[in-house]
């Protein structure tokens, strides 16, 4: 049996019609979330207590919507409309809409680590990406079209302000209204009083799932982003520690080689391949 069909054949089997571990966390993080606002909007926690708490959830939310960009939630595409429910709410905690979480995560797959990849604002250092979390703690509360009346389309390398490129022109209205909705909603806030509490619950929460979406999920698997063969253009780190923080995205490649196989099983999966992997010629640390 030739190589591509063993891979094929394992990882079909490790693609569930319905991936109930990730409805589980799911219905447990949303819940959280929505419990912790509700404390320290009511002052029976100090919302500065639950700053780290909220953006270590924002970027946890990830992962159920990037299972929904694949459609790995529940594989018939009659679940779409609530694919784009869990997109937008964990977009949303992030500062960031479901038409572009969808289309350049889709567009990263397409063009992993070259020039057309919409995450290659994350290429640098480690401490680069800290420098830039900190910058949109106040670019990212800057509607799309201030950006665009200033810059026009050479806007700067500062995130997905150019991804009007990966995204249907619909889409892209949808993302800037959307977006200028949540800016509008942030300063509205500050005007009326409320600045520290939503600066503090929901900007700088946001800012930290954002940093550490960068760091798990894609500066430390791409690194060094280097282009090319599919076998070699993202890394396995077989670290139990970093597993656990990247929710299994330390085992990137063989999401990039099978992104329908569920997060919870890339260990698996990578378990019952690697000879073939090795094979292939795969950077493993």
């Known amino acids: 049996m030739l190589l591509n069909a063993v891979e094929g054949e394992t990882a079909r089997a490790l693609s569930p019609a319905i991936a109930w571990p990730t409805l589980l966390m799911l219905t447990i993080l949303a819940p959280l979330h929505g419990a912790m606002l509700w404390l320290g909007l009511s002052g029976m926690v100090s919302p500065w207590l639950l700053t780290l708490p909220l953006g270590v959830s924002a970027y946890l939310h990830y992962t159920p919507a990037h299972e929904a960009i694949h459609r790995n939630i529940v594989r018939s595409r009659r679940f779409d409309p609530v694919n784009r429910l ?114 503090v619950l929901y900007v700088v929460p946001a800012t930290i799932g954002r940093l550490l979406m960068g760091i798990f999920l894609s500066w430390l698997p791409h690194r060094p982003f280097v282009a090319g063969d599919r076998y070699r253009s993202t890394a396995l780190r077989r670290s139990r520690w970093l597993a656990v923080a990247s929710i299994g995205h330390s085992m990137h490649l063989v999401h990039h080689l099978w992104p329908r196989v569920p997060f919870y099983r890339y260990r698996t999966l990578y378990r019952e391949l690697a000879p073939v992997l090795y094979d292939r010629g795969v950077r493993a640390r």
Not at 109 to 130: I, K, M, Q, W, Y
């Open 86 to 199: 869990i997109g937008w709410w964990a977009g949303l905690l992030s500062g960031m809409t479901w038409p572009l979480l969808l289309r350049t995560h889709l567009a990263h797959h397409a063009h992993t680590n070259s020039e057309r990849d919409p995450d290659a604002f994350v290429h640098g250092s480690l401490g680069r990406l800290f420098v830039m979390a900190a910058l949109s703690v106040w670019t990212n509360l800057v509607p799309v079209p201030l950006w665009r009346l200033v810059y026009g389309r050479d806007t700067p390398n500062l995130g997905y302000l150019d991804a009007w490129k990966v995204m249907r022109a619909r889409e892209w209205r949808t993302h800037q209204a959307a977006h200028g909705l949540m800016c509008i909603g942030v300063w509205a806030a500050v005007a009326l009083g409320y600045g520290v509490q939503v600066f």
